[in-house]
Nanobody, 116 residues
Framework: QVQLVESGGGLVQAGGSLRLSCAAS????????MGWYRQAPGKQRELVAQ???????NYTDSVKGRFTISRDNAKNTVYLQMNSLKPEDTAVYYC??????????WGQGTQVTVSS
């Protein structure tokens, strides 16, 4: 069983930065795509950024140019660097691991709050 543990959330002023980390309990990076989703109150969970096992990335339009996803396969960890944060980025952020035809894995979530 894979466990994903997020860290790095918190309260920050608009324009500030945070870096989220997600550590996996065993090595899955060679075969799983890793991603970050977020869910704001009253809204559906949405994909923020994803990085494939080969290192290809994609981002939702609202974070392009501000957020960067990266992975360290040696540490079984994926990161989300968030710059120029906006109040609308406030949400619970979830780490996700995906592999075609297999169930997803999810972290417990970490709260990010951006004050105006």
């Amino acid at each position: 069983q894979v466990q994903l543990v997020e860290s790095g959330g918190g309260l920050v002023q608009a324009g500030g930065s945070l870096r989220l980390s997600c550590a996996a309990s065993r090595s899955i990076f060679s075969i799983y795509a890793m991603g970050w989703y977020r869910q704001a109150p009253g809204k559906q969970r949405e994909l923020v950024a994803q990085i494939t096992s080969r290192g290809s990335t994609n981002y939702t339009d609202s974070v392009k140019g501000r957020f960067t996803i990266s992975r360290d396969n040696a540490k079984n960890t994926v990161y989300l660097q968030m710059n120029s944060l906006k109040p609308e980025d406030t949400a619970v952020y979830y780490c996700n691991a995906q592999k075609l035809w297999y169930p997803d894995y999810w972290g417990q979530g970490t709260q990010v709050t951006v004050s105006s």
